[in-house]
C-alpha cells in the first residue's frame, strides 16, 4: 500500500466498516511506519484497471506480530482474495521473526473467524466493547508461527488462487502525482 491508495482504501473501509471506520490519519499513521525496518506491512490488492478490491495491514514490534486490519470488497468476497492477503500477511509476520500472530475479529463475523480458523488461527479471549461505537466484543485469536509451516501460510482446505482477480500493489509512485503534504493523526493501537 502506497500513499495514493489511502483514498481508495478509505472509500472502501467506510463502506464495509460504517460504524468503526479508520480515519485518514490512521491510515498515514500506519504507513507511515511501513518502510524498511519499520513496524508495519501493508498491501493492497487491486483489479486489472487499477481499482482497491482488498487490503491487509500487519504490525510487528519486538518479535510480536498483531493484524490491525484486513478488508475485500463485498463483490470479491468468497473469491479467494482474503485468504491471499492473509497468506501475505503470515508469511511477513514469519519472515520477521514473529512466533505468534494475534489479531481481533468482531465476535458477530463469523464468516471472518471461519477463514481465520482454517489458517490455523484459534481463539484466546475477548475484547469486552472493542469495536466502538456500537460496543461489540472483540474475539482474540492466535495462530502459533512456530508450529504452522508458513509453505501452509494459506488453508489446506482453500489454497490461495495462483493468479487472483486482484493483486498487490507494488509500483514506488504512480507517474504524474506529486507527493501530497502528509498530515499524521496520533496513531491507533
Same mark, same amino acid.
Given at each position: ?15 464495509? #466498516? ?15 511506519? *511501513? ?36 478488508a475485500v470488497d463485498g ?36 464468516? *471472518? ?5 482454517? #489458517?490455523? #488461527? ?38 490461495a488462487p495462483a493468479a ?26
Open positions: 500500500m502506497r500513499w495514493w491508495h489511502i483514498a481508495p482504501v478509505l472509500a472502501l473501509e467506510l463502506e464495509l #466498516f460504517p460504524e468503526d471506520a479508520w480515519s485518514a490519519g490512521m491510515f498515514w499513521s500506519e504507513l507511515a511506519e *511501513a518502510h524498511p525496518g519499520g513496524t508495519r506491512h501493508y498491501t493492497v490488492a487491486v483489479t486489472p484497471d487499477g481499482a482497491v478490491v482488498g487490503y491487509a495491514g500487519l504490525m510487528v514490534v519486538g518479535g510480536d506480530g498483531d493484524v490491525q486490519t484486513i463483490r470479491h468476497q468468497g473469491t479467494g482474495l482474503g485468504a491471499a492477503l492473509l497468506t501475505d500477511l503470515v508469511r511477513e509476520a514469519a519472515r520477521r521473526g514473529c512466533a505468534d500472530l494475534l489479531l481481533e475479529v468482531r465476535v458477530d463475523n463469523t464468516r *471472518a473467524q471461519r477463514l481465520y480458523e482454517r #489458517f490455523g #488461527f484459534e481463539p484466546v479471549g475477548i475484547r469486552r466493547g472493542y469495536y466502538q461505537p456500537a460496543g461489540i466484543d472483540a474475539l482474540v485469536m492466535r495462530l502459533d508461527l512456530a508450529a504452522a509451516p508458513v509453505d501452509h501460510a494459506a488453508p489446506a482446505d482453500h489454497a487472483p482477480a486482484a493483486a498487490p500493489e507494488d509500483l514506488d509512485e504512480p507517474a504524474g502525482h506529486p507527493r501530497p503534504d502528509v498530515k499524521k493523526d496520533t496513531p491507533h493501537g
